[in-house]
């Protein structure tokens, strides 16, 4: 019967705890118990469970085997509670997720069970699984989106985060701009801008916003469009802000931000009242609640005494426990219970507790918070008049009735003295009754029997030993004697006598799963609750206090509706109803706010069941979990994904998700991407993304045609290149294609980002074209400043060339005259010839000159479009100073080359290396003074090749030197300088041979330019 008896305790009691109760032994391994819950959660019936000593440490999950038992065994040496997470193994062969609150039970300092109760917490372990994944694709999106993009407070205008695009657009790292507001760093080139846009998103959204932006370094102006989006990001109202620049290949981001404080308030509403009143107990102030539990209006009682509304009875005592707190420092506290006078005249039974803050100066008072507790005190007095009932009838009634005379000798016994301890038994009259009495218990009994022959009439004793049974062995047995020695109808010691073997077995076995239980509830991480019918709290578990800081005691009594959010209360009636009326068994599941102690809130989920017709518990079971952490999960999921949705639907670009494997199909895109394409985005997804390449075909038809390009994607991670695409009607257009790999929940996934570039190809067209056209203007203008010297360089070598031509022709007749002659002989003619032969050579010798500087006249001045090339940069030089040379004489300037040894090569169009040099040579030649000089030489620096030119001129003054390299700015006469020759050697130097120009410069000393050339110019 005791061991029915428990099992039958055990099984109602696991109904009120929302998971599987189990029980085991130590020291085999084995469950001595299990609930029937393990059914449901692990696909195992109890018997099944139990039946194995070691099934348990099978069920785990074998990655999980290990650490588990090892924890476990770590644990259990404690003594102390513990929890467990780990994956079992279903008997369907699903896995899920345990969390295993255990209790060592110890007793004398020995183990002697282990309990506790497995939670399933699958769910859990999947939304912050979920949660990691979604955040982890949405920083990856986030970070490689060219698009910039920025996260700022509505009301704060802190900026909150953003992307690299966005830092971009104004010039600025990181750690400088995330954190910043308005106030701190302005990137606003107009602060109307910034005013316009606010207004704007307080209208809605804002699409294509259009605004101005500072380069913060540099101080320069971006033209951008905003497109914003209100959020919410953990409790806080922010802005998402897309950015296009439209100066320069129309970046996207900006930031808009908006400086407004935030105010929360929180409003705590309590059905208790709430009152302060000073040290002698005069009211000061009373709570709304005054006129609902007394019918006092809230401002009736000011200034009166709180004992004139005690009950007479009651005010000693009230005065005695409130004294201590009224006396006593801050935060002295104290506790009592009394009858108050209600407005029409009754008491009403007040619990309160008084605090002393009359040194805090927003209190000045002693805080007392009262309780209608009349109903409780009610059930209390019930409960010890039954009590009392129950304890009478329990003291006068027995299964056997025994008198006893003075001397210990059976007078009378009832029949029932066979049935309880043996049928033809030995307590016969006349017998002495300690004969049928333990041994060991005999002084004890005769104690007690003198004690109560010499108490006299209705002297009475109460005691339990052990009573021999008919088939020798001892029954434990309660008697309770009454002397009525005295009374004539009896003239004995009268003594019941009740057999209560079974029930000390089962008190023992009760008190032993009573403290279990009692542990297991206790300690369980779930908070228990039993409320009766009209939702009032009979029971609440010590976790309370953990989870949501109340002390258990307190809410006895109280309507559970207090803890709970007021929106939520009508929603939560309805569920309490359906269970109340469902009949019992009936459950309930919901997701709720709960107060906590501090006034804030948390998410706990509960599930209440119908145990009113259970007579252990009389109420609903409410099961209660927080869940704050997980519903947090849930929401930040969820505004993680309406964010990507907004970022992914409304850029300006086209975006597009592609699976890397296969033909590589279109997952999504949003609908910039199909209409750039000429299609429906219903139409675009699921298609192959070798629809829109021109070579489709061959890429559809050879599976390997793509595999170079899968390797450099997967080698580098993320691509940049520009391209050509087929529309739907089969137009081909330009686009700049941004291409980063991601790793998508284990599967290899393309996100491209591309850009229509047709509009820029045409711009960038007219700029090559409008640069060519300066350059031919600026190489005219000094093939113009070349012309001076050309006749010089040309006439001298022409005219002596004449002469000499002259003097030929002269000895040439000389010759033919002393043909014949007399007195002319061979030595005469000889010296004739060689006269002749050295004019000729003469002039042979000046047209070679002019041949030579004709030459490099037309090398200088031809088209420079001839295709990179290797070339003889010493020999560049060379030819250059040759033709300028008669310019520095004219000038009265020494124009010196000084020669390096070792030839020097670079690679590009010699054309444009020779612009450079006679730019730089003229300038040098303008700057100087008679009698200055000019110098060209070749050096290196850091390993790459330089070329100087040093002049002794005037210097650059410092207002002018930082725009010398900008195009149409000269410090020359009007018709002297078009201001285009330092821009355009800039751009050759920096875009055709991929190098840079430096200056340096003394004011009255000179200037030295200095150019580095890369060992390997990039293509022009």
């Not at 009636?573 to 459950?587: C, I, K, Q």
């Amino acid at each position: 019967m005791s061991v029915l008896f428990e099992k039958a305790a055990l099984d109602r009691l696991s109904l009120m705890i929302d998971g599987v109760v189990w029980q085991g032994d130590p020291a085999t391994g084995s469950s001595t118990y299990v609930s029937e819950k393990i059914t449901a959660l692990l696909g195992y019936t109890p018997q099944q469970w139990m039946s194995n000593p070691h099934f348990w440490e099978s069920s785990i999950h074998p990655d999980d085997r290990a650490q588990t038992l090892a924890d476990l065994e770590r644990f259990t040496r404690t003594g102390e509670p513990f929890a467990l997470e780990y994956r079992a193994c279903r008997a369907d062969g699903r896995v899920v997720w345990l969390r295993d609150v255990t209790t060592p039970l110890v007793e004398d300092g020995r183990l002697v069970a282990l309990g506790g109760v497995m939670l399933d917490i699958t769910a859990q372990k999947q939304a912050e699984a979920g949660l990691r994944a979604a955040r982890d694709r949405f920083e990856k999106v986030f970070a490689a989106s060219p698009v910039g993009i920025a996260l700022t407070g509505l009301y704060s205008g802190r900026v909150m985060d953003a992307n690299d695009a966005f830092l971009d657009i104004i010039g600025l790292p990181r750690d400088a701009f995330v954190g910043s507001t308005n106030d701190t760093l302005n990137p606003w080139m107009d602060l109307s801008d910034r005013e316009r846009l606010v207004r704007a998103i307080q209208a809605g959204p804002v699409r294509e916003f259009e605004a101005r932006l500072r380069h913060v370094p540099t101080g320069e102006a971006r033209d951008v469009l905003m497109s914003t989006e209100a959020l919410e990001l953990e409790g806080e109202e922010v802005i998402l802000i897309l950015t296009q620049d439209v100066t320069e290949r129309r970046r996207a981001e900006a930031a808009a931000q908006a400086n407004e404080q935030r105010f929360r308030a929180m409003v705590q509403h309590s059905s208790d009242l709430l009152t302060i009143v000073t040290r002698g107990g005069y009211l000061k102030y009373a709570s709304p609640s005054l006129q609902t539990l007394l019918g006092y209006e809230q401002d009736a009682l000011i200034g009166r005494n709180v004992m004139e509304f005690i009950h007479p009875d009651d005010q000693a005592a009230a005065r005695t426990a409130f004294m201590p707190v009224a006396e006593g420092e801050t935060g002295a506290t104290g506790q009592h219970a009394s009858r108050y006078r209600q407005r029409n005249g009754e008491y009403c039974w007040m619990e309160w507790v008084a605090t002393n803050h009359i040194l805090d100066p927003h209190v000045g008072g002693i805080v007392m918070n009262s309780r209608d507790v009349t109903a409780r005190m009610a059930a209390e007095e019930a409960v010890k008049a039954s009590e009392r009932r129950f304890r009478t009838l329990v003291h006068n009634s027995s299964d056997i009735i025994t008198i006893i005379n003075r001397g210990g000798f059976i007078t009378y016994t009832s029949p029932s003295v066979h049935a309880l301890l043996g049928q033809g038994g030995p307590w016969d009259v006349g017998a002495k009754v300690l004969d049928f009495m333990h041994p060991d218990e005999h002084d004890e009994i005769r104690a007690v029997f003198a004690q109560v022959v010499a108490g006299g009439a209705g002297a009475t004793a109460r005691n339990t030993n052990r009573f021999l049974h008919a088939d020798g062995t001892y029954r434990s047995v309660e008697w309770e004697i009454t002397n009525h020695v005295d009374n004539p109808d009896v003239r004995g010691i009268v003594m019941n006598s009740r057999d209560v073997t079974a029930r000390l077995e089962a008190e023992a076995a009760l008190r032993a799963s009573e403290r279990r239980f009692r542990t297991l509830v206790q300690n369980s991480s779930d908070i228990v609750t039993i409320v009766n019918r009209g939702g009032y709290v009979t029971y609440i578990s010590p976790p309370v206090e953990t989870l949501l800081g109340h002390v258990g005691s307190w809410m006895i009594g109280t309507d559970v509706l207090e803890f709970m959010h007021p929106d939520e209360h009508d929603e939560i009636r309805s569920a309490f109803t359906r269970v109340v009326e469902g009949g019992p068994g009936t459950t309930a599941r919901m997701t709720n706010r709960f107060l906590h102690d501090n006034g804030t809130y948390r998410w706990m989920e509960w599930v209440a069941t119908n145990h009113l017709h259970d007579p252990d518990v009389r109420g609903v079971v409410m099961n209660t979990r927080d869940v704050s952490e997980r519903k947090a999960i849930e929401d930040a999921l969820e505004e993680s994904r309406r964010t990507f949705e907004v970022l992914f639907d409304e850029s300006p670009d086209s975006i597009m998700l592609v699976a890397f494997d296969g033909d590589m199909p279109i997952v999504n895109c949003n609908e910039v991407a199909a209409r750039m394409k000429g299609y429906a985005r219903e139409e675009l997804i699921g298609q192959s993304t070798y629809i829109a390449l021109p070579n489709r075909d061959e890429l559809l038809a050879d599976p390997h045609a793509n595999d170079a390009f899968r390797a450099q994607v997967r080698a580098e991670g993320r691509l940049h290149f520009e391209s050509d695409l087929v529309r739907k009607d089969g137009s081909i257009f330009p686009v700049d294609i941004h291409l980063v790999l991601l790793n998508l929940g284990g599967r290899e996934m393309l996100l491209s980002v591309e850009r229509d570039i047709t509009e820029r190809r045409a711009t960038d067209a007219a700029l090559r074209a409008s640069q060519a056209r300066l350059l031919a203007s600026e190489k005219l203008a000094g093939l113009g400043r070349l012309t001076a010297g050309l006749a010089h360089e040309i006439n001298t070598p022409l005219a002596s060339t004449l002469n000499e031509l002259h003097e030929a022709a002269r000895l040439a007749q000389e010759y033919r005259d002393s043909i014949g002659a007399p007195g002319v002989n061979d030595d005469d003619h000889r010296e004739i010839a060689s006269e002749l032969a050295a004019a000729v050579d003469a002039a042979t010798r000046n047209t070679t000159r002019i041949g030579d500087f004709i030459r490099k006249m037309r090398s200088h001045t031809r088209d420079t479009v001839t295709g990179r090339q290797t070339f003889d940069a010493v020999k560049s030089v060379n030819d250059t100073l040759t033709m300028l040379a008669h310019e520095a004489r004219s000038a009265n300037v020494s124009l010196l080359f000084e020669q390096p040894r070792d030839a020097v090569q670079l690679t590009g169009e010699p054309g444009r290396f020779t612009q450079v040099i006679t730019n730089l040579v003229v300038n040098a030649i303008h700057a100087c003074s008679s009698g200055a000089s000019v110098t060209v030489r070749f050096g290196t620096h850091e390993g790459v090749p330089t070329v100087e030119v040093q002049d002794t001129g005037s210097g650059i003054a410092p207002d002018v030197l930082p725009r010398i390299f900008e195009p149409m700015f000269t410090t020359k006469d009007v018709g002297q300088g078009t201001g285009l020759g330092l821009s355009i050697i800039h751009d050759i130097v920096t875009g055709h041979f991929g190098g840079d120009i430096h200056v340096t410069t003394t004011l009255g000393a000179g200037t030295t330019f200095t150019v580095h050339f890369p060992e390997a110019a990039p293509p022009a």
